[in-house]
Nanobody, 114 residues
Protein backbone atom coordinates (compact mmCIF):
# COMPACT_ATOMS: atom_id res chain seq x y z
CA UNK A 1 0.00 0.00 0.00
CA UNK A 2 1.44 3.32 -1.08
CA UNK A 3 1.48 6.03 1.54
CA UNK A 4 2.73 9.60 1.50
CA UNK A 5 2.30 11.23 4.90
CA UNK A 6 3.08 14.92 5.26
CA UNK A 7 3.82 16.64 8.54
CA UNK A 8 5.19 19.94 9.81
CA UNK A 9 2.49 22.35 8.75
CA UNK A 10 1.70 25.09 11.26
CA UNK A 11 0.86 28.72 11.85
CA UNK A 12 3.95 30.90 11.50
CA UNK A 13 4.57 34.64 11.41
CA UNK A 14 5.80 36.37 8.25
CA UNK A 15 9.55 36.03 7.99
CA UNK A 16 9.52 32.76 9.90
CA UNK A 17 10.57 29.27 8.92
CA UNK A 18 9.06 25.80 8.76
CA UNK A 19 10.25 22.39 7.67
CA UNK A 20 7.78 20.01 6.08
CA UNK A 21 8.40 16.28 5.97
CA UNK A 22 6.88 13.56 3.82
CA UNK A 23 7.33 9.94 4.82
CA UNK A 24 6.91 7.57 1.87
CA UNK A 25 6.20 3.86 1.87
CA UNK A 26 4.89 1.15 -0.40
CA UNK A 27 7.03 1.88 -3.45
CA UNK A 28 10.69 2.05 -4.44
CA UNK A 29 11.49 5.57 -3.31
CA UNK A 30 14.63 6.03 -5.39
CA UNK A 31 12.76 5.25 -8.62
CA UNK A 32 10.52 8.28 -8.19
CA UNK A 33 10.90 12.00 -8.55
CA UNK A 34 9.55 13.65 -5.43
CA UNK A 35 7.86 17.02 -5.39
CA UNK A 36 5.98 19.47 -3.22
CA UNK A 37 2.88 21.18 -4.52
CA UNK A 38 0.61 23.68 -2.84
CA UNK A 39 -2.97 24.76 -3.27
CA UNK A 40 -5.08 27.64 -2.09
CA UNK A 41 -8.89 27.29 -2.15
CA UNK A 42 -10.24 28.38 -5.50
CA UNK A 43 -6.88 28.12 -7.26
CA UNK A 44 -5.10 25.37 -9.14
CA UNK A 45 -2.54 23.23 -7.40
CA UNK A 46 0.93 24.57 -8.22
CA UNK A 47 4.34 22.97 -8.26
CA UNK A 48 6.64 24.36 -5.59
CA UNK A 49 9.75 22.20 -5.84
CA UNK A 50 10.84 18.91 -7.35
CA UNK A 51 13.82 16.62 -7.05
CA UNK A 52 14.84 13.45 -8.85
CA UNK A 53 16.35 10.59 -6.89
CA UNK A 54 19.92 11.78 -7.10
CA UNK A 55 19.65 15.18 -8.67
CA UNK A 56 19.32 18.75 -7.54
CA UNK A 57 16.14 20.63 -6.79
CA UNK A 58 14.09 22.74 -9.15
CA UNK A 59 11.86 25.49 -7.84
CA UNK A 60 8.99 27.73 -8.74
CA UNK A 61 10.17 31.29 -9.25
CA UNK A 62 8.04 32.43 -6.32
CA UNK A 63 10.05 30.34 -3.82
CA UNK A 64 13.57 30.38 -5.31
CA UNK A 65 16.14 31.38 -2.72
CA UNK A 66 13.70 30.81 0.15
CA UNK A 67 12.70 27.13 -0.07
CA UNK A 68 14.93 24.07 -0.26
CA UNK A 69 13.84 20.56 -1.17
CA UNK A 70 15.89 17.61 -0.01
CA UNK A 71 15.44 13.88 0.28
CA UNK A 72 16.78 11.13 2.51
CA UNK A 73 16.78 8.07 0.29
CA UNK A 74 17.84 5.82 3.14
CA UNK A 75 14.72 6.72 5.11
CA UNK A 76 12.29 7.31 2.25
CA UNK A 77 11.62 10.88 3.30
CA UNK A 78 11.47 14.15 1.43
CA UNK A 79 11.68 17.54 3.09
CA UNK A 80 10.81 21.12 2.25
CA UNK A 81 12.70 23.74 4.22
CA UNK A 82 10.83 27.04 3.99
CA UNK A 83 12.46 30.30 5.08
CA UNK A 84 11.44 33.96 4.89
CA UNK A 85 7.83 32.89 4.72
CA UNK A 86 5.27 35.31 3.30
CA UNK A 87 1.49 35.47 3.73
CA UNK A 88 1.15 34.39 0.09
CA UNK A 89 2.85 31.10 0.98
CA UNK A 90 -0.27 30.16 2.94
CA UNK A 91 -1.65 26.96 1.40
CA UNK A 92 -2.11 23.26 1.83
CA UNK A 93 1.18 21.62 0.85
CA UNK A 94 1.09 18.22 -0.81
CA UNK A 95 3.78 15.63 -1.24
CA UNK A 96 3.90 14.01 -4.71
CA UNK A 97 5.74 11.03 -6.16
CA UNK A 98 6.00 10.49 -9.91
CA UNK A 99 7.39 7.95 -12.26
CA UNK A 100 4.87 6.55 -14.74
CA UNK A 101 2.32 6.37 -11.95
CA UNK A 102 1.92 9.27 -9.56
CA UNK A 103 0.91 9.37 -5.92
CA UNK A 104 -0.31 12.15 -3.67
CA UNK A 105 -0.33 12.72 0.06
CA UNK A 106 -3.29 14.24 1.86
CA UNK A 107 -1.58 17.54 2.56
CA UNK A 108 -0.48 19.66 5.49
CA UNK A 109 -1.66 23.21 6.13
CA UNK A 110 0.80 26.08 6.30
CA UNK A 111 -0.57 29.41 7.47
CA UNK A 112 1.64 32.51 7.39
CA UNK A 113 0.03 35.28 9.37
CA UNK A 114 0.76 37.78 12.11
Amino acid sequence: QVRLVESGGNLVQPGGSLRLSCAASGFTFTNYAMSWYRQVPGKERELVATMSAFGSGNYADSVKGRFTISRDNANNTVYLEMNSLKPEDTAVYYCHARRVIQYWGKGTLVTVSS
